[in-house]
């Protein structure tokens, strides 16, 4: 249930907050007072598009909060399988709206837009004035088909859905490998020249770093050869400038002073440390020197073999493990090219089967289908004649698609016929716009005594009607109120009049801008909002007491017809 809704900086409401109550909580006004911009509010909480204008003028953001109650266990498991979990059994949905971006938050914590919508849709439903004309579509229908039915439908609905996928996956690889003969020795010739060119080269793994070191010390063999001479020179004891001779001399001078203090015989040892390490380096440095040739013809041939290694990686991968990786599974496809007819009449014999599985699953959930669309049927017909259609029928016409899908084969059509003697037709072709509002309410109503959505939200759904009909519908608002939380904004007052809580909402100029706020009415004020939507302009005392009379015949009704 939506216990509460804070609007701030959006449009012409400054900030507003709204407690609203269980049962059916009615929201009236007057032409252009600001109800579309509440209803706006909460579909911008819920994911709704949004733009710089919708922010109030001179304010920096715009801020949209929703605090919900979640009492029903069915709901908290579908909360609790997205890690979200409500507190204290509420759940708090925000959306801060700046000029350029948004921030969305569950409980304090920020989320992406799709998982908001995603918990949104657990909690709340919106019926907005021009939502009934989804009901046209056929995708539409079969979708309240299955929402009716699913407790019968959803098992064999998943069932199709992964035969079918396993369909479409079969028949991909089938007709990615679907060939001539031409193309298949084509395409054989080329695999074995791939495989070749790769044996051929006899790759071992880490070759190339090896190589690739090997390359950059023979190509710098000269520069290297050059450095190492002048180090080992400078290092040397060919010179009396060289470290090692120098060294030398300093050790001689400090030995023969050694022996009058410890601490020179320390100095000593260091000293003798170093032109030990010295006299190593250079032994070890004129070794390497020795032992460091430079061959033409080595460096040619790593020259050549990285050559036919980056040519190969340029080809088939950036590694010598995804050249042999690549090379594995062109050998899988030769392999398989090689015994194509086999393999061939294996998949085909693979997809018949699943092809037949695939059937077999979908005529089950049409049947299944067909038997909750009788049911359907009947509760429409029975949920309609309370709407002011007199005699009515309905029907839920089955056709065969033209392919399969994750849906089934099922191609479904709602027809009506609203008029003695007329015959049965597609809605598109029957109803006006009131009365496809009615339909989408007769759906509604079914809908929620199955579904787990604890608030409904219907806007203007009571567009094109008026008189004994406004009131059939007035009592159907109710009856949903007994179920669910039901927000209905109207203009009509036989709906208003059965309101369990009413709001106002009005736009107000205070002298310096103009401002839309929304409240409360008590049973006075309630009845004094009846006459208005009553008699207009002028509210004269018949109208007063008709409005009261009004909403004493609407609570009597709701105490016996909605409650019984």
């Given at each position: 249930m939506l216990l509460n809704l804070h609007v701030k900086n959006l449009a012409l409401i400054r900030e507003s907050e709204v407690e609203f109550e269980p049962g059916l909580n009615i929201l009236?006004?007057?032409?252009?007072?600001?109800?579309?911009?509440?209803?706006?509010?909460?579909?911008?909480a819920l994911g709704g598009k949004m733009s710089r204008e919708m922010i109030r003028e001179n304010a920096d953001y715009g801020l949209v909060e929703l605090l919900f109650s979640v009492d029903d266990p069915r709901v908290e498991e579908k909360l609790k399988a997205m890690d979200v979990y409500p507190e204290e059994g509420q759940i708090l949905l925000t959306r801060r709206v700046m000029e350029?971006?948004?921030?969305?938050?569950?409980?304090?914590?920020?989320?992406?837009?799709?998982?908001?919508?995603?918990?949104?849709?657990?909690?709340?439903?919106?019926?907005?004035?021009?939502?009934?004309?989804?009901?046209?579509?056929?995708?539409?229908?079969?979708?309240?088909?299955?929402?009716?039915?699913?407790?019968?439908?959803?098992?064999v609905k998943e069932k199709v859905s992964s035969v079918y996928h396993?369909?479409?996956?079969?028949?991909?690889?089938?007709?990615?490998?679907?060939?001539?003969?031409?193309?298949?020795?084509?395409?054989?010739?080329?695999?074995?020249?791939?495989?070749?060119?790769?044996?051929?080269?006899?790759?071992?793994?880490?070759?190339?770093e090896q190589l690739e070191q090997q390359y950059r010390k023979l190509n710098n063999s000269k520069r290297i050869a050059q450095a190492l001479q002048t180090a080992h020179g400078c290092t040397g004891y060919d010179a009396p400038s060289c470290a090692g001779e120098l060294v030398g001399q300093a050790l001689y001078c400090v030995s023969g002073v050694s022996d009058f203090d410890p601490q020179i015989a320390s100095l000593e040892s260091m000293l003798s440390d170093i032109d030990g390490l010295l006299n190593d380096f250079n032994r070890e440095l004129?070794?390497?020197?020795?032992?460091?040739?430079?061959?033409?013809?080595?460096?040619?041939?790593?020259?050549?073999?990285?050559?036919?290694?980056?040519?190969?990686?340029?080809?088939?991968?950036?590694?010598?493990?995804?050249?042999?990786?690549?090379?594995?599974?062109?050998?899988?496809?030769?392999?398989?090219?090689?015994?194509?007819?086999?393999?061939r009449m294996r998949m085909e014999e693979e997809y018949t089967k699943i092809?037949?599985?695939?059937?077999?699953?979908?005529?089950?959930?049409?049947?299944?289908?067909?038997?909750?669309?009788?049911?359907?049927?009947?509760?429409?017909?029975?949920?309609?004649?309370?709407?002011?259609f007199l005699d009515v029928k309905f029907e839920i016409h089955f056709e065969r698609a033209t392919s399969y899908s994750a849906n089934g084969v099922d191609d479904v059509e709602y027809q009506i016929s609203t008029n003695p003697g007329e015959p049965m037709k597609p809605l598109g072709?029957?109803?006006?716009?009131?009365?496809?509002?009615?339909?989408?309410?007769?759906?509604?109503?079914?809908?929620a005594d199955k579904d787990e959505v604890g608030t409904l939200i219907f806007d203007e759904i009571d567009t094109g009607i008026s008189g004994r009909t406004a009131q059939m519908v007035s009592e159907k608002m109710a009856r949903i109120g007994r179920k669910r939380q039901v927000l209905c904004i109207t203009h009509l007052p036989q709906i208003a009049s059965m309101a369990d809580c009413h709001f106002v909402i009005t736009k107000n100029f205070d002298g310096q801008e103009t401002v839309t706020k929304i409240e409360k009415l008590n049973q006075e004020n309630s009845v004094k909002e009846l006459a208005r939507l009553l008699g207009g302009a002028e509210i004269t005392d018949k109208i007063l007491e008709s409005a009261s009379e009004m909403k004493l015949l609407a609570q009597k009704q709701k105490n016996t017809r909605v409650h019984s």
């Open positions: 009236t006004g007057e032409t252009g007072a600001g109800k579309s911009i509440l209803l706006g509010s909460v579909q911008l350029n971006r948004s921030v969305c938050r569950i409980n304090g914590e920020t989320c992406t837009m799709a998982r908001m919508k995603q918990a949104a849709s657990y909690l709340l439903d919106i019926h907005g004035q021009h939502e009934h004309q989804s009901l046209l579509y056929k995708n539409k229908q079969l979708e309240i088909l299955d929402d009716f039915g699913k407790d019968q439908i959803w098992q396993q369909y479409t996956d079969i028949k991909k690889h089938l007709l990615a490998q679907s060939m001539d003969e031409e193309q298949r020795k084509r395409e054989v010739s080329f695999l074995e020249f791939e495989i070749h060119e790769i044996e051929e080269a006899a790759l071992m793994p880490g070759e190339d004129s070794s390497y020197m020795e032992s460091l040739t430079f061959e033409e013809e080595d460096f040619y041939q790593i020259e050549q073999r990285l050559d036919l290694i980056n040519n190969l990686k340029a080809k088939y991968g950036s590694s010598i493990e995804q050249i042999q990786e690549y090379q594995k599974k062109q050998q899988e496809k030769l392999e398989f090219l090689q015994e194509y007819e086999t393999n092809t037949e599985q695939l059937e077999t699953a979908c005529q089950e959930l049409t049947s299944v289908r067909k038997a909750c669309a009788k049911d359907l049927e009947k509760e429409v017909i029975l949920q309609l004649q309370d709407l002011n072709k029957v109803v006006s716009g009131g009365e496809l509002s009615r339909i989408m309410l007769a759906i509604k109503t079914l809908l």
